[in-house]
């Protein structure tokens, strides 16, 4: 395996202006599809979002959220209702590996992203089910903010992540 884009992979919150394409966007989703879910639950619905006005509402979401309104895109996962899902207590892991998949997609075509998290707190989940309409038992658990980095610089591998003195043996 080429380990490349596993460390090029970085948190983006600048973007240039560039415009992302929808079949782009829309394949980032489809490898997000890719990921391991419990007893293959497909646990959530992916929402594409590009309207600026919508952008500048859900960077509002939190003290944190606020270069949202520069990203050229975002995705929104909408967690399916718990009676549809085989096991919903696997859920949260279930979106940790789609947005990995999904944040990889993009590195891998020179997208910068940056994950946002909503669940579980009830006042994010409420606000953005409240911006993007969702409904019917779905609720926004997860954003991926997209847009090509305004500095490619930004990508580059940090050696610094490695410690080695974290990785035990047998037992911590």
């Not at 419990?38 to 509402?57: G, H, P, S, Y």
């Not at 990203?71 to 207590?89: F, G, R, S, V």
């Not at 892991?93 to 579980?120: F, V």
Request: charged share 25%; with cysteine.
């Amino acid at each position: 395996m080429d380990n490349e884009i596993l460390l090029k992979r970085r948190s983006i919150r600048e973007y240039s202006n560039t415009d992302i394409p929808a079949d782009t966007l829309e394949s980032i989703c489809k490898i997000g599809m890719y990921a391991p879910t419990a007893r293959n639950q497909q646990t959530c619905d992916f929402i594409i979002v590009k309207d600026k006005n919508t952008l500048e509402k859900l960077s509002n979401l939190s003290s944190h959220s606020s270069f949202i309104k520069n990203a050229n895109a975002i995705i929104c996962l909408a967690l399916a209702p718990k009676e549809n899902l085989a096991t919903p207590d696997m859920a949260s892991q279930d979106l940790a590996n789609i947005m990995t998949y999904m944040s990889l997609e993009a590195t891998s075509k020179g997208i910068g992203s940056c994950y946002i998290g909503i669940y579980p707190k009830e006042d994010r989940i409420s606000y953005v089910d409240n911006v993007l309409n969702i409904k019917n038992g779905y609720h926004a658990c997860a954003i991926l903010a997209l847009g090509y980095p305004k500095d490619l610089s930004l990508f580059a591998e940090k050696p610094n992540k490695i410690n080695l003195r974290r990785i035990h043996k047998e037992w911590f």
